[in-house]
């Protein structure tokens, strides 16, 4: 006759554990699901952050060049501005108001640093509106300390400076001659 073999102690407790787990859920039945469904929510936008940073660093950049802070702050008070590559006709089309002023932004009483930070603000919106060409008016600085145009070779210099503005111009003296530029914004 053979003799049953001997369970090791672990093998042993583990068995009496499932049977007395087994014992103990006898007659228990599983929760009857809810009569309730979850709403469906909307997920929200996803948010550019790589973008969202590229614009705050050019509001600061901005900021910082309308304190005077920067040494590289005195260039030619030029009433043009072309990006390379793109046709001489674009600056004449400009001074003419050929096309559609869409918007424009007034920065008369604004110091500095507010018309930087006004200025940045009103481009990258216009561009995420789809606007192409719009006005800044800056005044031509005759009440400014001096007479000098403080705003306008602040603001001239800024525009040049942002790669979403492709040119800009002086208007003609009725659409706001020397207080104000024209900027062709990129698409």
């Known amino acids: 006759m053979r003799r049953a073999r001997a369970l090791p102690q672990a093998e042993r407790a583990a068995a009496d554990d499932a049977a007395l787990f087994r014992a103990e859920m006898r007659g228990v039945a599983p929760v009857r699901p809810t009569n309730r ?14 973008r969202r940073a590229d614009e705050r660093a050019v509001l600061e950049d901005l900021a910082s060049l309308g304190s005077g802070g920067s040494a590289d702050s005195e260039i030619e ?8 590559g793109l046709a001489r006709d674009i600056v004449r089309k400009l001074r003419r108001t050929h096309w559609a002023i869409q918007d424009q932004l007034d920065l008369h009483g604004m110091t500095g ?8 603000d009103f481009l990258v919106a216009s561009r995420a509106q789809g606007l192409r060409c719009v ?4 005044g031509k600085g005759l009440r400014s300390p001096g ?40 698409a």
Do not use: M
Not at 37 to 50: C, D, M, N, S
Not at 135 to 138: A, E, K, T
Not at 152 to 161: D, F, G, H, V, Y
């Open 135 to 138: 006005r800044i008016v800056h």
């Open 77 to 84: 008070d030029d009433a043009v501005f072309l990006r390379p």
């Open 37 to 50: 469904i979850e709403p469906h929510r909307e997920r929200p936008a996803p948010l550019p952050v790589p």
């Open 147 to 186: 007479g000098e145009p403080v705003l306008k070779r602040l603001i001239r210099k800024l525009l040049a400076r942002r790669d979403e503005v492709l040119a800009f111009a002086e208007p003609r003296a009725a659409e706001g001659g020397g207080g104000a530029v024209v900027v062709l914004i990129e």
């Open 113 to 120: 640093d507010e018309a930087a930070r006004a200025t940045a």
